[in-house]
């Protein structure tokens, strides 16, 4: 009976790697999929899509193409840059205009305005202009025809 239990703990205490079987000669494993250049690619790739975006925000901001959203009776007019951080800035407020000067840190008022009224003047003159060139349009579509 001691020789059983003496042979159970002799089996227990052998390292299992050496009962294990040996690798086939010749194998090879396939390349992790996880490598410090995969990454380094991935990386890369992401920094780049990011510069992008960020470079076609900060050209859409520059020139002015993201339109601000009104907010109730409050409204930008006009904006144009005076300076490298100052802009001149025409708010609407109900019926009045605020010339304002606006610098970092900094909201000056420079004028108040009413909001001036469309001016008939200049419709008509547009319309005008639309049917001269219609006259002259045809007039041109005709000479072409005879």
């Known amino acids: ?48 899509v990011l510069a992008f ?8 901001k520059r020139f002015s193409l993201i339109p601000a959203a009104a907010a109730g009776t409050l409204k930008v007019v006009a904006a144009t840059g005076v300076g490298q951080r100052e802009r001149v800035v025409v708010v609407e407020i109900d019926n009045t205009w605020l010339v304002l000067g606006v610098a970092p840190g900094h909201v000056t008022k ?15 003159q547009e319309h005008t202009s639309h049917k001269d060139f219609a006259v002259k349009l045809n007039e041109s579509m005709k000479k072409d025809h005879v």
């Open 53 to 60: 975006i960020w470079g076609l925000t900060w050209l859409l």
């Open 110 to 124: 420079l004028h108040i305005l009413d909001k001036p009224a469309v001016s008939s003047g200049d419709a008509t």
């Open 1 to 48: 009976m001691i020789n059983r239990q003496w042979l159970f703990l002799v089996a227990l205490l052998l390292p299992f790697q050496a009962l294990a079987e040996t690798g086939r000669a010749g194998y090879v494993p396939p390349p992790s999929v996880v490598s410090t250049e995969n990454t380094l690619q991935m990386a890369g790739g992401l920094l780049l």
